[in-house]
């Protein structure tokens, strides 16, 4: 389709004030790649009809939230359009008695939590920066920050969806209710896709209380065994952990742990994990700044620097950490009780970052975990799966990819095996 | 399609002689689970090894004959029963429990090991499997995995689904791959996820790997007695309102207690309206403000008594009590069916008062024990099968029970599953097109009618006709039922 042909097409669909063409779709690129327009559509109607029009005319869609995590993927083979979501910011219905919510996709963490917050409710979700993230963006991309360890994972507290499909139907899975086997529980497909089986419109998710009380407690290490092992045996404790990570810092490996609950649990799981700290060898700190926001990011635009994350067994993450540490990353953050760890190099040329992505490979086989190239620059997603080797199951995952989105439509080769 | 002779020669070179079923006698005692459906299946396989199983899986599709995993046979939605003319694949043999890994948290089992011993295997360890569907003695994994069982402590800790990192499993070509796996994250869809709950229309688990929790510091359990049901359900929905998440919260009525008491001894007051029996846990200071918190909400509410601080063997009466009830309401009625649906936790006293509603004007009896703070109901609606039009009365009061949940903005089923039973309520809460979403992962995963066919979505092929005919007649249900 010409340009012209597609800006008339667009702006039938969508109106002029959604529609962004010329030098302001700049702001869109992913990996190097510029669209060739971007839509801000302000309804599910408008993303279904934009999808009817992208499948009819084959023109690849990339989904668009906040931007906080487009650098996370393999470079799309092609990119027609970016589906900005960020007007689709309405809490659809928030009943705070039965502690559950059914928002948009486009509305930021922040936002969202501000809201259930009025109501002493908050949602499971622990992406990084909050104010930036959208629902859609972490649900496509399933992100979960330290507070995994209390909150569980987003697809554990997301208990039903709405969803585009490639053609524009809008369809749903699971429903509004905490317990629900009706049917294949398709949310679980959809979370984590990377926008490549559906355009997540709509999630409902179950609630957590909030907190009473909080606290933070900073210990530092001289290595890393001590301070992922006071973490895990918080957690065994039950203590009130909400969440722990540990960060390389000055050749110290610092434990960063918050606690939340109520006031008594949280005063005694503090002094309990200072008297469980020393023998460990950890020492109280103060003002203990937390990377792992910056850690976790993979922004969109030019990337710089490599960031890697593997997904450890959590006994063995010690080890890994202090062979990684030997490598001087500028970040080394890991989430002790879960067995992720981030690793990023700030200033390393493309060809030092090859390698260090080819050995960072070599040491996910030796550890038996997985190795995910978080972000990087864009001309070295040429040459690697960002999601490395497809496992056993990839043939079911591509079957999946090609019954879902048969054309191509939605970010075609941006996920693991270029699917 | 009978399965012949030679294929019964096909499957014994895979397994062994000994191990592949197919006289009538010995085909009987796998015609059944927990519900009134029956169907002889041709012949069952008991694989002793993942590669048997795939091996048994290849021969199954060459020949076109359909397959359906079994564990214990103690599903309530008819998912372990054969389809006539299929395989059944065994799980009997696949009871081994490979590792317990207290460092990292976690078990890896075969497919037919019993819920319940896995936690004790993790328990020298100070860990636990928490998913406790009331079957826990005798269900296995592979039939929690394909259902997604909950149990009474998945309103804190979530259902099977929360619990399962990977899973090895055989496709529908009979290859064996890994989905998830021990580390956190895995690349890919999350196919874990869908197999989990898939009702064993996708393929055939058979290894899983679960996460294994701490055991709590402290468990509090609270027997809160109410006059009726009605304060007794606003109870649950308070607790939950104000945002306090129980471990536990069940709710007996009396028509059950009344089967209960007699039978097991539980400790359940005879002539109380219901009873709410609430489990709290955590840290000890964590465990006894919420403890403190739901005794004054019962109270307020007008719980006519409460009691705690009962012993460990006390506690476990409370608990056998509990989920042994659906045994129990046998000596009530001759037969009896039971219902499955959630509702929000808002609407639990309106909802549970249509139900009573609903049961008087159909003229039954109905003994409700069930997952009240997941708003999950389980109205078991007692008569007497000979008494003529008796079983039409159950069967359209059900449905009229049903409705009332959709109505409420719940679902159709919360823990026991779709089935045969319930594929025809699928359309009460999802469009054609959201179905055909769910029908293309069939499609996406090769599966052409080999696992399970006729459950969960309705289909053209042989055994979902037989089935739907049977529909029409269940009474009751099987003997090992519980809920």
């Known amino acids: ?419 | 399609m009978p399965v012949e002779r030679s294929i019964v020669r096909e499957l014994q070179r895979i397994v062994g002689k000994r191990w592949v079923l197919y006289r009538p006698e010995e085909l009987i005692v796998y015609e059944y689970d927990g519900t009134i459906e029956r169907a002889l299946p041709e012949a069952v396989v008991l694989p002793g090894s993942a590669e048997e199983v795939a091996a048994v899986v290849r021969v199954a599709r060459r020949h076109g004959v359909p397959v359906t995993a079994r564990g214990a046979g103690t599903g309530l939605s008819g998912g372990a029963v054969p389809c006539e003319g299929g395989i059944v694949v065994a799980t009997t043999r696949l009871n081994r429990i490979l590792e317990i890994d207290p460092e990292n948290g976690i078990a890896v089992v075969e497919p037919g090991v019993v819920n319940l011993e896995v936690s004790q295997a993790a328990a020298p360890f100070g860990l636990y499997y928490a998913p406790d569907p009331s079957s826990q003695r005798a269900c296995t994994i592979g039939g929690n995995v394909a259902e997604n069982a909950g149990g009474p402590h998945c309103l804190r800790y979530g259902t099977t689904t929360n619990h399962v990192l990977g899973l090895e499993f055989v496709t529908p070509e009979g290859d064996l791959v890994w989905l998830g796996g021990r580390t956190p994250d895995p690349p890919g869809y999350d196919l874990v996820g869908v197999v989990v709950g898939s009702e064993g229309t996708l393929g055939i688990v058979t290894k899983a790997v679960l996460r294994l929790l701490p055991r709590p510091e402290a468990t509090i359990t609270i027997l809160a007695i109410f006059d009726d049901v009605d304060q007794a359900s606003e109870a649950v929905s308070v607790i939950i309102a104000q945002g306090i998440l129980p471990a536990a919260l069940e709710m007996l009525d009396r028509a059950t207690m009344d089967a209960v008491e007699p039978y097991i001894h539980a400790g359940y007051p005879p002539d109380a309206g219901a009873v709410l029996l609430i489990e709290v846990e955590g840290l000890r200071e964590e465990a006894q403000e919420q403890a403190q918190a739901v005794q004054g909400i019962c109270q307020e509410l007008g719980a006519r008594e409460l009691r705690v601080g009962f012993s460990p063997e006390e506690r476990e009466r409370l608990w056998a009590g509990r989920k042994a009830a659906l045994g129990a309401l046998g000596r009530l009625a001759p037969s009896y069916y039971i219902l499955d649906g959630v509702v929000p936790r808002s609407r639990l006293p309106q909802v549970l008062r249509g139900v009573y509603e609903a049961c008087e004007r159909f003229g039954l009896r109905v003994a409700n024990v069930f997952h009240a703070g997941d708003g999950n109901l389980h109205p078991n609606l007692l008569f007497d099968e000979r008494e003529p039009g008796a079983t039409r009365r159950v069967l359209d009061c059900g449905e009229e029970i049903m409705r009332l949940c959709v109505e409420a903005g719940g679902s159709i089923t919360g823990e026991h599953g779709v089935g045969y039973e319930k594929r025809d309520y699928l359309p009460w809460i999802f469009s054609q097109d959201d179905l055909s979403a769910m029908a293309a992962l069939k499609e996406a995963f090769g599966t052409a009618g080999l696992f399970n066919p006729g459950k969960v979505f309705p289909t053209h092929k042989g055994c979902g006709e037989v089935s739907s005919a049977m529909r029409k007649a269940i009474a009751k249900v099987g003997p090992d039922a519980y809920i």
């Open chain 1, 1 to 419: 389709m010409r340009e012209g042909t597609l800006e008339a097409r667009l702006l039938d669909v969508l109106g002029r004030d959604a529609v962004v063409m010329g030098e302001g779709v700049a702001a869109y690129t992913v990996d190097g790649l510029q669209p060739r327009a971007a839509v801000r559509p302000a309804t599910v109607e408008q993303v279904s009809e934009l999808l009817r029009l992208a499948h009819a005319e084959r023109l690849a869609v990339v989904c668009w939230g906040g931007g906080t995590m487009m650098g996370l993927g393999n470079r799309p083979l092609r990119y027609d359009l970016a589906l900005d979501l960020r007007r689709l910011d309405q809490v659809v219905e928030h009943e705070p008695a039965d502690l559950t919510a059914t928002v948009q996709a486009g509305i930021t963490l922040a936002s969202l939590q501000e809201r259930l917050g009025r109501h002493g409710q908050m949602v499971g979700l622990d992406p990084p920066y909050p104010r930036r993230a959208t629902v859609g963006g972490t649900l496509a991309t399933a992100v979960a920050g330290p507070r995994r360890l209390s909150l569980g994972h987003p697809r554990d507290i997301t208990i039903g969806m709405r969803v585009v499909l490639a053609d524009g139907r809008v369809t749903r899975a699971g429903g509004r209710v905490v317990k629900n086997v009706a049917g294949y529980d398709l949310c679980k497909l959809y979370t984590g896709s990377l926008g490549t089986l559906a355009v997540i419109v709509e999630a409902t998710f179950k609630l957590y209380p909030r907190p009473r009380a909080e606290a933070a407690l900073f210990f530092s290490f001289e290595g890393a065994e001590g301070a992922c092992r006071l973490a895990r045996e918080g957690r065994r404790r039950g203590l009130a952990l909400a969440s722990a990570t540990v960060q390389r810092q000055e050749g110290a490996y610092l434990l960063l742990a918050r606690l939340a609950g109520t006031e008594r649990a949280v005063e005694r799981s503090a002094l309990e994990l200072h008297s469980l700290a020393s023998p460990l060898g950890g020492e109280t700190v103060a003002g203990v700044m937390d990377r792992w926001e910056a850690a976790m990011a993979a922004p969109a635009g030019p990337a710089r620097g490599l960031t890697l994350r593997w997904g450890l067994l959590p006994a063995r993450l010690p080890q890994a950490m202090e062979r990684l540490g030997d490598l001087s990353p500028s970040l080394l953050v890991a989430f002790p009780t879960v067995g992720t760890l981030y690793a990023r190099w700030e200033d390393i040329d493309d060809a030092a970052a090859l390698m260090a992505a080819e050995g960072a490979r070599r040491l996910a086989r030796e550890w038996e975990a997985t190795l995910t190239v978080h972000s990087c620059p864009a001309a070295l997603k040429e040459g690697l799966d960002v999601f490395g080797e497809p496992p056993s199951s990839w043939r079911l995952m591509r079957q999946v990819k090609e019954r879902w989105d048969e054309r191509g439509v939605l970010a075609p080769g941006r996920f693991l095996g270029r699917l």
